[in-house]
């Protein structure tokens, strides 16, 4: 439903349902919007270190092509599959709890945790080889295979988009932990699965935005 | 009108002030007209519809599109009218004069250095001949500065690892003040320098003689003249007061102790040493914010500077 | 305790009220079965002693007592950041060192513009009076996420933390606009200021989410997007540039971070990097923050005037529209603080024809809320007082603003004084007086006291002429060339800096008065009636101070809040059958 | 904001959440495997310049398009949601663009020595 803009109590109080919500179908509408809400904001704070790089590239096209040759197209369309693998799984954990099927709820989001982890895991290799190679964020940077001077400023907005969309994916996987706890306790049924629900919000938008960060990182040799 | 003037803006003392001076006029006089209006509206609404009584009657009056219509378009016009103006003036002072005379100058903490084109080099001071625009290719060594000359109504910020212009032609001899107005730290407020306007044949004869003049002087006088046209005493005082940096008075021979635990006896080596490379060796109790003199003192200079400080005691 | 003159009745179906599916919009309300219920006065049991102990408030999910504890936090700001503004003036007494060395000066500055807009002027409004009276203004029993409420005051507080640590551990001496690359090099602990604004922004971006929500779904029965009070639409507005916005800023300060800790040079032209670009990240916040410090402002003096007015707004929907469309096209103008930073030109044109686009709508509001007074039954209490100086600095603030958007102008003004003078006019005369209006227009139904109105008067008016004689001789001397952040300064400027010291102590016992005046009026003030002004909103319906819930009986909204032509009996309107 | 502004927020019907089926879930995320592999093999047959990143940008869209559409329900959603994430779509165009308008079209003054 929707609208929901009414405050008038409809009695049929659940326990889920907080106090100033007049039933459970306006408490879900307000948790979903409210999440939605958030994800603008998360997208606006992704936005500018796509600002930063746009910026760059519009200054050194040349300095993209070179540095991004660095970064290995496999390993990052590997993510990119394992990425989309963990919100399909999500989805279909969202399906579950519509569906009353708690084990499924459980079953897809340890999928789902399982794959993050294999996400967080290449990157951490991905990471160690450019380590090894001298290639650090800034003003540690000593590699010299790539001849421009501002390379370094490349794999500096390189860590930081990763970096910081790495970090989200930690904290999905804390939630989606969370959520298993909670889902093995019975605490999601079609009737209530809002933190299932925006918590696959969440996690879809950090797919999201790694399937912008794949091409303009890694595709642009 | 004048008189009034200027109380509230500077001598306008460049082919553009007058025009950017107008805008300002303008905008002033329209916002107090309106200004008056409101307060005017204020005063006799409050005034004439004064509550009577808790049971005051009011009229529902909800809205009136013709004259929402009128604020918006009359306050529209006049900003427009603003913007081109505001606008013609800008492009106006971005846009330099392709015969314009060229300087280069050099923010630093907490100093402008200007270069000409015969290779003079002056701190603090820039010379420009009147009549004539000057353009000023500009750059920082650190931060952020801005080169402000209120009298000039010019301003453009320099910056590091980059060029930035401005340009001006002053209307006629004499002095005004450039400002720093870009924070840029402790002496920010102490950044300033002089823009000194010659008729034009003065600029020549300064020009021809500025940089045999030192030629001449014995070098107490002409290290005492470097000392002031260098503005160490931003930072350095005579009298023995501790500025940003250490005082002058009786340095030289002084035991100093560094920021490392060694002390140095003050010679002639280690004074040249802070004027070229002040970084290298940090008095304790001091920033190292003294900028580099490279390239601005020639050795000779330094020379005069030293025997000058030999006597400050 | 209520009367229960039935007004209208009609049948009610489950559909109709449990809303599923169903908006309540006129029509529906029509056929609820609601009665008046004339507001309790002196209530025994209410929100502030419902439940008693410390532990109560710090665990508190209520909505208006977590505004309680911003407020008492922001006073705590303000009273730092003003007397850091004190001590800024007394050392600007004399044209070389007055008391402090120019380093310590530095640092106040910074501090006191850090505080003032990051501690103080963006959480006031909408943390301590939004959070307050929205619910109440909606009809809700709270806002719609009210624990997430809690955590963004609690992260307030951390925020604050940080910034304590940085002030007790070297400071910083960046001014609170941060810059690179002076920020990037400077000593000091700016990476400790940088986290704690960093995490005030998720408080207030928290903020922002919680009241959006609650604007769309929690509204009572009948409170369609025409009868929200416009204070519900200026905070509406901030909320979107809050959400908008304030990313952004995060972004930057986490960018600047990097840039101390590891020398990423995205910023820093030392390791090639674009000092400007830091100035349109920084800008891209900082400007539509300006908004967020004025737009609930412009909320709070709609509904003063209207009320001191006894009146219809005039331009219900002007005023409403105008508050989104300064939101929006505040978001465009962000290099007006560049136009001499070196941008482009064809940007410094753009943003400077957008910028005057921003004083249209603005003086949209000024002008309906002038007709609102036109035949009106005007009294001039406190909040309208404040309310009227209101108009009078925001105009000046505003049209001086104008000033520094016309180009050539504004290369001669920029970084003068004549911007600290702007700036002030507009937050300082604009922003905190809306914001002293609307804390003594609620002050009864927050504390259920009155203040003493004598000296609520003398207060304004030494607060008013202090703030004149502080900052006009500003424009003067700023228009002269008297650039700011200047710790010493050339002697022909004095005469005006003393003049504008001297106005700032008047201000400060001005407000010394007001700290005063209102702790007795919270200790032992008279009693205030549940609506001492006799207004027709919603929030004046229930007793003062509220009841815990905010209503004893779900709201029926059958008329504008603005309807000073209907019976106030038409207002009083409650569901019937079910209660609280 | 129209007078009658729920309406537009009332936009499904009753209570049904909407259920994807599980074929369809695949079918989505399928789509979204293909398109991975066809963006990377585009890079790998190496399209001049400025095409190689419409492509791959392009493909971005489309990708990003199905998982907010169908993972994130957006399609069956209220309306207001869907203006959430254009509003912020519309704010990065105009943070980007109007940034470009300055770093684009810097003129630096040449120095003469
Ligand atoms: C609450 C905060 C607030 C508000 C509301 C405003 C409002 C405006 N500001 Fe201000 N501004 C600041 C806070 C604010 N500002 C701060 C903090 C700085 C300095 C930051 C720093 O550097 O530290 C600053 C700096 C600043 C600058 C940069 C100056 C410089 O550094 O060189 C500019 C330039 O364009 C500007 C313009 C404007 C304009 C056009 C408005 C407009 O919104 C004003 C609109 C209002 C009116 C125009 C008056 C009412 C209208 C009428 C009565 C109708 C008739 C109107 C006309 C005929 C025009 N402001
Ligand atoms: C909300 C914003 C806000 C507010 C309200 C104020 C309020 C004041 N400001 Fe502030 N100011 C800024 C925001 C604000 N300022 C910003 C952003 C800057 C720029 C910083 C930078 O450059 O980085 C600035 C800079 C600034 C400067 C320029 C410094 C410089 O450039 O060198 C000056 C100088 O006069 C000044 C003065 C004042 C004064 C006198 C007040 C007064 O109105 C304060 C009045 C309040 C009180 C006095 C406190 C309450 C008092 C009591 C409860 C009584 C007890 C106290 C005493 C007896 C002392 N401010
Ligand atoms: Cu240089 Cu301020
Ligand atoms: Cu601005």
Redesign the pocket.
């Given at each position: 439903m929707s609208s929901s803009d009414i405050a008038i109590d409809s009695g049929a109080h659940n326990s889920h349902v907080q106090h100033h919500f007049v039933n459970s179908e306006q408490q879900f509408e307000s948790s979903k919007m409210g999440m939605w809400v958030f994800l603008v904001t998360e997208i606006l704070f992704f936005g500018g270190l796509f600002l930063a790089y746009i910026v760059y590239r519009a200054w050194n096209p040349e300095l993209y092509t070179a540095a991004s040759e660095e970064l290995n197209t496999i390993w990052g369309a590997v993510n990119t599959l394992v990425l989309i693998g963990s919100s399909l799984t999500v989805a279909m954990a969202i399906r579950s709890a519509q569906m009353n099927q708690q084990k499924g709820i459980v079953i897809n989001l340890a999928i789902t945790i399982a794959l993050a982890c294999v996400f967080m895991v290449i990157k951490y290799f991905e990471y160690a080889h450019k380590f090894h190679l001298g290639i650090f964020p800034g003003e540690y940077y000593t590699y010299t295979g790539i001849d421009h001077p501002k390379a370094n400023i490349f794999f500096s907005i390189y860590y930081m988009m990763t970096g910081l969309h790495g970090i989200h994916v930690l904290i999905g996987i804390g939630l989606m932990i969370w959520l298993i706890v909670k889902a093995r306790k019975g605490a999601f049924s079609s009737e209530y699965y809002t933190p299932v629900e925006i918590t696959g919000l969440y996690w879809h938008l950090v797919d999201v935005i790694w399937i912008f960060l794949f091409p303009l990182l890694y595709l642009i040799d | 009108m004048n008189r009034f003037q200027d109380f509230y803006l500077p001598p306008a003392k460049s082919t553009v002030a007058a025009d950017t001076d107008a805008l300002f006029n303008f905008v002033h006089i329209t916002s107090l007209i309106f200004l008056i209006g409101i307060v005017a509206a204020i005063f006799y609404f409050v005034y004439k519809y004064k509550r009577r009584s808790e049971h005051d009657v009011t009229p529902v009056i909800t809205h009136n599109n013709a004259l929402e219509i009128t604020w918006s378009v009359i306050p529209f016009i006049l900003v427009m009218i603003v913007f081109g103006w505001g606008f013609r003036g800008y492009l106006n002072l971005r846009t330099a004069p392709t015969d314009a005379y060229e300087v280069r100058a050099i923010g630093k903490k907490w100093l402008w250095e200007f270069r000409y084109a015969n290779g003079f080099v002056s701190v603090g001071e820039l010379h420009v001949p009147e009549d004539r625009p000057i353009k000023l290719i500009m750059n920082s060594t650190d931060v952020i500065h801005s080169f402000y000359v209120p009298d000039y109504r010019i301003k453009r910020d320099v910056l590091p690892g980059r060029y930035s212009s401005v340009w001006f032609e002053a209307t006629e001899p004499g002095e005004s003040t450039v400002f720093c107005t870009e924070?840029c730290g402790t002496a920010h407020s102490n950044m300033m320098a002089k823009v000194v306007v010659h008729t034009k044949e003065d600029f020549e004869t300064w020009m021809a003689t500025a940089a045999l003049a030192d030629a001449g002087l014995p070098p107490v006088e002409l290290g005492q003249q470097l000392v002031q046209r260098n503005a160490c005493q931003t930072c350095h005082s005579i009298d023995g007061s501790a500025l940003q940096g250490p005082t002058f008075k009786g340095i030289f021979g002084r035991q100093q102790k560094m920021e490392d635990g060694t002390v140095v006896t003050v010679d002639e080596n280690y004074i040249r040493q802070s004027i070229l490379q002040p970084q290298s060796q940090i008095v304790e109790g001091y920033l190292p914010v003294m900028p580099p003199y490279q390239g601005t003192l020639n050795d000779d200079q330094i020379s005069a500077i030293i025997e000058y400080l030999k006597t400050i005691d | 305790m209520a009367t229960t003159s039935s007004f209208t009745t009609g049948k009610i179906s489950a559909e109709t009220i449990g809303g599923n599916g169903v908006s309540l919009g006129e029509k529906e309300v029509k056929k609820l079965k609601i009665k008046r219920f004339e507001p309790v006065e002196e209530p025994q049991i209410h929100y502030l002693n419902a439940e008693k102990g410390l532990w109560s408030w710090l665990s508190t999910v209520d909505h208006k007592r977590i505004g309680l504890m911003y407020l008492a936090a922001i006073a705590v700001f303000?009273?730092i950041?003003?007397?850091l503004?004190?001590l800024?003036?007394t050392e600007?007494l004399t044209p070389a060192k007055t008391f402090m060395d120019a380093d310590t000066?530095n640092q106040i500055?910074?501090l006191?513009?850090?505080i003032?807009?990051f501690f103080?002027?963006v959480p006031s409004v909408p943390a301590v009076l939004g959070n307050f009276i929205l619910p109440i203004q909606l009809g809700a029993k709270d806002v719609a996420f009210p624990r997430l409420n809690l955590a963004s005051f609690y992260i307030y507080l951390i925020g604050a933390i940080f910034a304590f640590v940085s002030i007790t551990t070297g400071g910083i001496d960046t001014?609170?606009?941060f810059y690179t690359p002076y920020s990037s090099s400077t000593g000091g602990n700016v990476m400790m200021m940088t986290l704690g604004v960093f995490i005030l922004g998720f408080s207030s971006i928290l903020t922002g989410v919680n009241f959006i929500v609650t604007i769309h779904k929690l509204r009572a029965p009948g409170l369609t997007w025409n009868k929200l009070p416009l204070n519900l639409w200026g905070l509406y507005a901030t909320s979107i540039i809050q959400i908008l916005a304030t990313p952004v800023l995060a972004i930057t300060l986490l960018l600047l971070t990097m840039e101390r800790a590891l020398g990423i040079g995205i910023f820093d032209p030392a390791l090639g990097g674009d000092p400007v670009l830091f100035q349109h990240f920084f800008w891209f916040y900082s400007h539509p923050a300006v908004y967020i410090?004025i737009v609930p402002g412009f909320g709070i003096i709609s509904e003063v005037i209207s009320t001191f007015s006894r009146k219809t707004i005039f331009g219900y929907w002007a005023i409403a529209l105008s508050s989104l469309a300064i939101a929006f096209i505040g978001f465009l103008v962000w290099g007006h603080h560049m136009f001499t930073a070196g941008q482009s030109s064809l940007a410094t044109m753009v943003f400077s024809f957008l910028t005057f686009l921003v004083g249209i709508p603005t003086g949209i509001k000024i002008f309906n809320w002038l007709a609102t007074m036109y035949k009106g039954s005007i009294q001039l209490s406190t909040p309208m007082l404040y309310a009227l100086i209101f108009l009078f600095q925001f105009t000046i603030g505003g049209f001086t603003g104008v000033m520094l958007g016309a180009l050539s102008v504004d290369i001669h003004l920029h970084d003068t004084?004549y911007v600290?003078a702007h700036?002030?006019y507009v937050?300082?005369g604009g922003?905190?007086m809306a914001f002293l209006a609307g804390l003594h227009y609620w002050w009864p139904k927050m504390f259920g006291t009155m203040y003493s109105e004598f000296w609520a008067k003398v207060s304004a008016t030494l607060v008013f002429v202090g703030?004149n004689v502080?900052f006009f001789p500003?424009f003067i001397m700023g228009a002269q060339g008297m650039p700011?952040?200047?710790?010493n300064y050339i002697d022909q400027f004095q005469p005006f800096h003393v003049t504008?010291t001297i106005?700032?102590y008047i201000?400060?016992?001005g407000?010394?008065i007001?700290?005063i005046y209102l702790l007795h009026a919270l200790i032992k003030g008279r009693k205030a009636s549940a609506n001492p002004w006799g207004s027709r909103a919603l929030e004046w319906q229930i007793p003062s101070p509220a009841p815990a819930h905010n209503f004893d009986h779900t709201p029926v909204v059958l008329n504008g809040p603005y309807d000073y032509h209907r019976p106030m009996s038409e207002f009083q309107m409650g569901v019937a059958d079910k209660k609280h | 904001m129209s007078t009658a502004p729920h309406s537009s927020e009332a936009t499904h019907s009753e209570h049904h959440h909407h259920v994807s089926s599980a074929t369809f879930i695949w079918l989505i995320g399928t789509a979204l495997f293909v398109l991975t592999a066809i963006t990377v093999g585009v890079h790998f047959i190496h399209i001049p310049a400025p095409w190689n990143i419409i492509v791959a940008i392009g493909v971005a869209v489309v990708k990003a398009f199905l998982v907010v559409a169908f993972f994130m329900n957006l399609y069956w959603d209220s309306k207001f949601n869907s203006l959430l994430l254009v509003m912020s779509i519309v704010f990065l165009v105009l943070l980007f663009g109007i940034t470009l308008l300055d770093t684009l079209f810097r003129a630096d003054p040449i120095p003469a020595f």
């Open positions: - | 924070y | 303000f009273l950041g003003g007397t503004a004190v800024l003036r600007l000066y500055f910074t006191h513009g850090a003032m807009i103080f002027l001014g609170w606009t410090m004084y600290v700036f002030h937050m300082m922003m905190v703030f502080t500003q700011r952040r200047y710790y504008s106005g700032s201000m400060a016992v407000f010394t007001m700290a | -």
